[in-house]
């Protein structure tokens, strides 16, 4: 690697950093190790609020153009976060979270039956309770 000083930037570098750029004479550049920084992550940016005058400009060019016409307040109203329509419906039915304990073969007739064998056991203790409430 061939090295050109400058005296000029020497002296620049020695009053802003406080070192002296003669030193890269003296680094053995042939066993130097080189290390390129990879780029963080990029910083959130902040949120910009138009002024209301852009906010005015905006909402006249979104209006003036037939394919990109501002939500009607009927339709903001209709409009739920994406969270709230994701997953499974909710039932109108819910089901109790309980921990119980099955003797080995009950658990292992019900999973013999395939994939719902939860729901099958739960028809059948329903079965259970229907044939045995009282006053029936």
């Known amino acids: ?3 050109e000083f400058d005296p000029a930037k020497d002296s620049a570098n020695l009053a802003k950093h406080g070192v002296s750029l003669i030193l890269a004479s003296e680094l053995d550049w042939e066993s130097a190790l080189v290390w390129v920084e990879q ?13 209301l005058k852009q906010d005015k400009a905006i909402t006249a060019a979104a209006k003036a153009d037939p394919d990109a016409q501002p939500l009607t307040p009927a339709q903001l109203k ?3 976060p994406i969270r709230a329509v994701l997953g ?3 039932s109108a039915n819910k089901k109790l979270l309980v921990s119980v304990r099955y003797s080995p073969e009950v658990v292992n007739f ?3 039956t395939g994939a719902g064998w ?5 028809g059948a203790l329903r079965q259970y309770v229907a044939r045995h409430r009282k006053g029936a």
Not at 40 to 51: D, E, G, H, I, T
Not at 118 to 122: E, I, T
């Open 1 to 3: 690697m061939r090295i």
């Open 39 to 51: 780029p963080s992550m990029p910083k959130r940016r902040a949120l910009v609020v138009p002024s």
């Open 78 to 80: 209709a409009m739920v």
């Open 88 to 90: 499974r419906p909710k």
């Open 110 to 112: 019900f999973r013999s």
């Open 118 to 122: 939860q729901s099958r056991m739960d």
